[in-house]
């Protein structure tokens, strides 16, 4: 029986363990005294007494709804050692701060675009008219694709515990990442949502211009977020489940009738010399109009600040912190107040 829990310390070393699918006959005395304080049939006691349950009283969670992710089946010869670190990183994650679930959202995006590449490369190499062996470059994908599946386990483990999990979890489009990325990256709600468009460089015309050799005005990993956050709104659009998705469509029909009865002249006109003369946006741009890809992206972006502001209110409320007023939001040509999806 064991009778002292982990350590400050050692909780750090226990990511960094899992995290690095480091070997346990790696030599290290530090993590080697880790290792067998988590080793055996004390382990799972070892991480109840170190890391205690944040999960809601009344039952298990609710899982998360729908979302756009690039999941692929694991390999089975895979799967035991996958459940092994699942669990240490779940027991790890449940009293993760804002940084650490900050760094685990970074590395799973560093992870996947790890494997497109490996992916990309090996299918370069085969096709290629001397095929070369690419054996490495098929372990570095399998290994990002295990990494990806066990951080994404650890921040679905870390908004559990969250004030705004439920919230979030029941939001068709926004899945583990996205969520534990917002969540960490806020910290908290704003006064008004204003403020959080500003710190995720979605202001528009309120957003402080950024030049160059100076540090942005906006929190770069957040509005990377975003566009993620709208992606998936888009490709989901068409389920009728996905509140924001509809959003998405609705506010795209009326960019386009905007676009159409040439309201978008001034826009187009600003974006003109921005572009080369022989691209396709310029002969739009030209027309005193605005290029397809840029009418979708306004509509996602819409999608995008009315997600966060209804995060912003939600958050507020859950903390008790009085909502000044409602937050009002541009809706084909209206300032009208458009309440929370599923908000009680």
Known sequence: MIEEPLTDEERQLLVILVMAQIPRDHGDPHLTRLVAKLSGSDTQLVAR???????????????????VDDDEIIDPEHKSSIQRLTRDLAIAARTMGPKEARFLVDAYYTSQDNRKRAANQARSMEKSEQPEPHILLDWLFEQ????????????DEYTQGHIMGEWMRSIVGIGPVISAGMLAHLEGPR???GRIYAFAGLAAEGQKPWKSGEKRPYNVQLKTLCWHAGQSFMKLAARPD?????????RKVFEQRMNDEGKRTATAAEWLPRVGKTTEAHKHYSAGRLPPSQIDGRARRYAVK?????????????LGVPVAAPFPIGRLG????????GAH
């Open 49 to 67: 007494r170190a890391y205690p349950s944040k999960r809601h009283e009344e039952g298990a969670p609710m899982p998360f709804a729908p979302y």
């Open 144 to 155: 990002s694709r295990i990494l990806e599946s066990q951080i994404k386990r650890a921040l």
């Open 191 to 193: 006064p008004t949502a």
């Open 242 to 250: 996905c509140y924001y998705g509809h959003v998405y469509r609705e």
């Open 306 to 318: 009315l997600f966060l502001s209804h995060m912003n209110e939600v958050w507020m409320k859950k």
């Open 334 to 341: 209206h300032a009208d107040y458009i309440p929370p999806p």
